[in-house]
């Protein structure tokens, strides 16, 4: 008796099934388009990308006055007594308005898709994220949308926190570490978890 072959020849091989069609009430990231958005011509978003990972989001010890310099030639507003720790990440620093003695903080990404705005004595710890950018979840074209920060004078932005879209951050409030603020926070409150929530009044002694 002969031995049937497992094997398939190629007349009886299986075409793979085309994939279903989209659901109601499903995302279709196929038909995804953020063509609206135009934060610059494409050669500066180009020449921006190298000398950040250049010059900001990196290890190497560039000193602050030639990053301060680099950024503000690309169009950031940057003050006076700014520091700027290694491997900062910064989307488009045309976007970036910074003030006087702000410190940021290593790993600090800024994601300013929309603008940016750090007031006075600003500090910003370790890993903190500015995140301007978010999709619209209720629509199953999964939009882009971007509204700016602002972070007012003296707030302080705890290590490994971040900060949503819209989020405006009034004067001397604190984002406790590893908070995730979704609304604003109020001039001098202390706001803790995820999301972050109002624990109590700042006091600053003289």
């Known amino acids: 008796m002969e031995k049937t072959s497992?094997?398939?020849s190629p007349s009886q091989s299986v075409n793979p099934e085309p994939s279903a069609p989209r659901l109601p009430n499903?995302?279709?990231l196929s038909r995804f388009d953020n063509s609206w958005y135009n934060p610059g011509?494409?050669?500066?978003?180009?020449?921006?990308?190298?000398?950040?990972s250049l010059?900001?989001?990196?290890?190497l010890p560039i000193p602050v006055a030639f990053k301060v310099w680099v950024l503000r030639l690309f169009g950031a507003k940057i003050g006076r007594g700014v520091v700027i720790k290694p491997a900062v990440n910064i989307k488009y620093p045309w976007l970036l308005q910074v003030g006087n003695y702000v410190w940021i903080g290593e790993q600090v990404w800024i994601d300013n898709l929309s603008e940016v705005v750090l007031g006075d004595h600003v500090c910003l710890s370790q890993g903190a994220m500015l995140l301007t950018g978010n999709h619209d979840y209720r629509r199953s074209t999964f939009d882009l949308t971007a509204r700016p920060i602002t972070i007012d004078n003296g707030v302080w932005i705890g290590a490994k926190s971040v900060v949503c879209p819209g989020v405006r951050c009034q004067s001397h409030a604190v984002l406790a570490v590893n908070s995730v603020a979704t609304k604003p926070l109020e001039a001098y409150?202390?706001?803790?978890?995820?999301?972050?929530?109002?624990?109590?009044?700042r006091e600053i002694n003289l």
């Open 26 to 28: 499903q995302t279709d």
């Open 41 to 52: 011509p494409r050669w500066k978003i180009l020449l921006w990308y190298i000398s950040n």
């Open 6 to 8: 497992d094997r398939q």
């Open 55 to 59: 010059v900001l989001n990196t290890y």
């Open 189 to 201: 409150g202390i706001y803790q978890g995820n999301p972050a929530v109002w624990i109590r009044q």
